[in-house]
């Protein structure tokens, strides 16, 4: 056996058993599969974890241009296996679970896949995803963490019936809960015009609905160059789920049922149904949801590392991906002339700059 495969493999048996021990409270001899699959991810995800810094890092101090991606729909894939492949970590895997008596067949039985899209849309956003990450382009990617996905199919009499797709039903060992990143979204509320400094009509906002949208991050890893190095993009999913902001009480305690829940689930599912008013609404307000919590993140990236606001299309370039996060354009517009007393021209034209639309299906 290669002495370098040898060592490593020592190395990431320790470090197993490190995690089963301080995280999951077990020792190697009764951990159960899925217990010992969630301490072979957080182990094999340190070096990940040690390059997506590195990544993050390099890319602020070279205060380089990012892209930004946003969709509505990811498809990519399980994680487990795609980054053992992406590590170059097959051999090691297989050298690591023989010596523990493990079987990857096993592991990978636990290895969900997540719930983020339903077609070719979210895979080939996956692909670009993973692309950028091979090719080292400094890129960030946006979406919703969907708690059910779209749905799960079983057939009962020859008929097609649709189940909720748990895809989150247990620990997910790939994604970090951002809570200091949340960002506030409003809806609905009544609108006030003013005029700012430049003569610009703005607007503010009177009982609106206030959403606290929370970010949760996935690491995307490259494929490694000649070298073994690789970079590591994120993934950053928002979730209306876990904020008592969103659930409104009072509703609720009025009989209200629906509608005290209706912001809590704005990320329950992937495209509800848009054949009755209430879908219409939901849709919207998730497409609205997404851009505008990911425009606040954007800017406040760029502030962080340029003091500057009006570099902004020197640094940041939005890639639209199809139609659902086209309100990007108007929000990015609206938040420029609003809250970073720009005036309109300059902001359109600076919104004109960053913003790129791609749109992979023709609808006649």
């Not at 079987?103 to 039985?109: E, G, T, V």
């Not at 995803?129 to 799960?152: C, H, M, N, V």
């Not at 003569?199 to 160059?225: F, K, M, N, T």
């Not at 359109?348 to 913003?355: F, G, H, N, V, W």
Request: net charge negative; charged share 25%.
């Amino acid at each position: 056996m290669d002495n370098n495969i040898e060592f490593h493999a020592n190395e990431l048996i320790q470090s197993i058993r490190h995690y089963l021990i301080t995280n999951l409270g077990k020792v190697e001899s009764i951990a159960s599969t899925e217990e010992f699959y969630l301490a072979f991810c957080m182990a094999l995800r340190e070096r990940i974890m040690l390059n997506w810094v590195a990544t993050n890092h390099t890319r602020d101090e070279l205060g380089v241009r990012s892209i930004y991606y946003l969709c509505m729909e990811y498809l990519p894939g399980k994680f487990l296996k795609n980054n053992i492949t992406n590590l170059g970590a097959t051999d090691l895997t297989n050298v690591v679970l023989n010596k523990m008596g493990r079987n990857l067949k096993d592991l990978l039985s636990h290895d969900f896949d997540p719930g983020l899209g339903n077609g070719g849309l979210g895979r080939l956003a996956s692909c670009f995803l993973d692309s950028l990450a091979t090719q080292k382009y400094p890129s960030w990617a946006f979406g919703l963490r969907y708690q059910y996905g779209i749905f799960e199919q079983e057939i009962y009499n020859g008929y097609q019936v649709e189940k909720p797709d748990c895809w989150l039903l247990n620990q997910n060992p790939w994604e970090f809960r951002r809570d200091i990143n949340s960002k506030s979204v409003k809806f609905g509320g009544s609108i006030i015009q003013g005029v700012n400094r430049h003569s610009d009509i703005v607007y503010d906002l009177e009982d609106y609905e206030e959403v606290r949208a929370l970010p949760y991050d996935i690491p995307i890893i490259g494929y490694p160059d000649e070298m073994g190095e690789f970079s590591v993009s994120t993934l950053r999913l928002w979730s209306t789920k876990e904020s008592p902001r969103n659930f409104e009480l009072q509703r609720y305690n009025a009989g209200e049922m629906e509608a005290a829940k209706e912001n809590t689930s704005l990320t329950d599912v992937l495209y509800p149904n848009d054949n009755h008013d209430l879908g219409k609404k939901i849709r919207l307000k998730q497409e609205f949801l997404l851009v505008s919590s990911s425009i606040q993140d954007i800017i406040h990236q760029h502030l962080r590392v340029h003091a500057d606001i009006m570099t902004l299309p020197e640094k940041v370039q939005i890639q639209i991906n199809d139609t659902h996060p086209t309100l990007v354009i108007v929000e990015l517009i609206r938040r420029l002339v609003k809250n970073l007393d720009i005036p309109f021209t300059k902001a359109l034209e600076m919104t004109q700059q960053i913003c790129n639309y791609t749109n992979h299906t023709i609808m006649k």
